[in-house]
């Protein structure tokens, strides 16, 4: 285990090349083809929808194929995406208000999705490891678009940036309320799957209502873990990747033996038998401990530390695996920062146990009811978002599969990502990115390293 890579001003990669000097080329509007009948009109968005009008952003490289020049990766993207958006009627429309319910809507219009094609000065191999969060890959995806009112805004934007090598990277910028990661890995096979002219992977099921809230709202649990607002006070975008220029960064690497250790510590302990001893779990209740003991200037031992994770509620509510929208919720786990320094390792993988389980089909329904009779959105201290286990870059593509996949990160202090490293390239199997002002990233780092001991 080792800290691979630290705050710009402290790099340990000098090859990184912050400005990627990419030159866009042609952007184009792309429609479903000419002839097919696509969903019109308004579609429902669940509560767990209202809230995600936000990007997400995620580049995909790939390297140079002799077979499949970018121009032809470019052609095929294009079509693939023509074709994508019968099933994906809605990624052709736009997000909307509903003046009378006041709710967020796709409006299936068939506006289009946008294609963007460019270029960079550099090859693949120039521009450094590809793990390391590189402030350049923004130049990779193009946002939609700030100037445009809501409701002209594309939903669903790919660009292709072809590199001097021959390699290239695909960017795809999509609204949240879209897709979850999920859904986002289903709608990338089926585009790989109608690149390669073949059929869908899987037919996505698009009836978010299937989500909806009861009539009427039956809250039956206390929720902690979201936050209450005055309905008058209106909630700005979530701005989840925010930049915050002032905190420094470092990505903490895992390999497969710290995984087994942080196990096998949580077996050994004195404590709680109720501990689902999984990979996730203990690599979560491991930042958690640290990022708990490393918050503020001073240490409180009364402070109460909520972490919040995400569980998919698919299978707990009898969803389609392939339901297309957001069906992922925020569990929670809190306990004073006293206990989280003093308790056995068992007990917060315990917490993060129970975080899980109580996520009920009961517990999920209730929550989708409070969205229905509240204002708000979930809250802790921070939130551990996992690309760990997705799966983008197992996609297989005419091309072959990316070389690696990772979404555009900024430095956010409230948010701390995992994510998979390059397969084959080195020992790592979980990457943790931190990102604190500096007195808390060194605190953060001493524990990091003494509770893996």
Not at 95 to 124: I, T, Y
Not at 128 to 154: C, E, H, M, R, T
Request: aromatic share 10%; proline share 7%; hydrophobic share 40%.
């Amino acid at each position: 285990m080792g800290t691979l890579y630290q705050s710009p001003t402290k790099s340990t990669s000098p090859n990184i090349i912050q400005d990627l000097k990419v030159t866009i080329h042609d952007t184009t509007t792309i429609f479903p083809p000419k002839g097919t009948e696509t969903e019109t009109g308004p579609m429902f968005l669940s509560n767990i929808d209202q809230v995600l009008n936000f990007n997400v952003e995620t580049v995909h490289f790939f390297v140079a194929n002799p077979q499949f020049p970018p121009s032809l990766v470019a052609e095929k993207l294009k079509s693939a995406l023509s074709k994508a958006l019968v099933p994906y009627s809605f990624l052709a429309g736009r997000l909307r208000l509903n003046p009378e319910s006041k709710r967020f809507e796709f409006d299936c219009n068939g506006a289009g999705a946008r294609f963007v094609e460019g270029s960079s000065e550099f090859e693949l191999a120039e521009i450094g490891n590809l793990v390391y969060p590189n402030p350049g890959f923004k130049q990779l995806v193009v946002k939609s678009y700030d100037d445009l009112d809501i409701a002209d805004k594309p939903l669903c934007i790919l660009q292709l940036t072809s590199f001097k090598c021959g390699g290239f990277a695909i960017g795809v910028a999509t609204n949240h309320a879209t897709f979850d990661g999920l859904s986002f890995k289903t709608f990338l096979e089926n585009l790989a799957s109608l690149a390669a002219d073949k059929p869908l992977a899987t037919i996505p099921c698009n009836d978010r209502r299937l989500l909806a809230a009861r009539s009427p709202p039956d809250v039956q649990f206390d929720h902690p873990e979201l936050l209450k607002i005055p309905k008058e006070i209106d909630i700005p975008n979530p701005t989840v990747f925010d930049c915050q220029d002032e905190l420094d960064f470092k990505i903490f690497g895992l390999t497969s033996k710290d995984i087994a250790h942080l196990k096998q510590k949580a077996k050994d302990e004195t404590g709680s038998t109720r501990a689902k001893i999984t990979g996730f779990n203990v690599v979560t209740a491991h930042v958690w401990r640290c990022k708990a003991l490393s918050s503020g200037a001073d240490y409180d031992p009364d402070r109460v530390s909520t972490v919040l994770y995400a569980v998919d509620v698919r299978s707990r509510l009898n969803l389609p695996r392939s339901f297309a929208g957001n069906a992922v919720l925020s569990a929670y786990a809190s306990a004073p920062c006293k206990a989280i320094e003093e308790s056995p390792f068992s007990k917060l993988v315990e917490l993060m146990t129970e975080g899980v389980s109580r996520m009920t089909a009961e517990y999920a329904r209730s929550v989708i009811d409070w969205g229905e009779v509240n204002k708000g959105f979930p809250f802790g201290e921070f939130l551990i978002s996992s690309w760990w286990r997705l799966g983008f870059a197992d996609v297989e593509y005419p091309w072959g599969k990316p070389r690696y996949c990772c979404p555009v990160v900024y430095r956010r202090k409230d948010i701390i990502l995992l994510f998979p490293d390059i397969a084959g390239e080195t020992e790592n199997e979980v990457n943790v990115l931190v990102a604190l002002p500096s007195n808390e990233m060194e605190k953060f780092e001493a524990l990091f390293h003494k509770f893996l001991a």
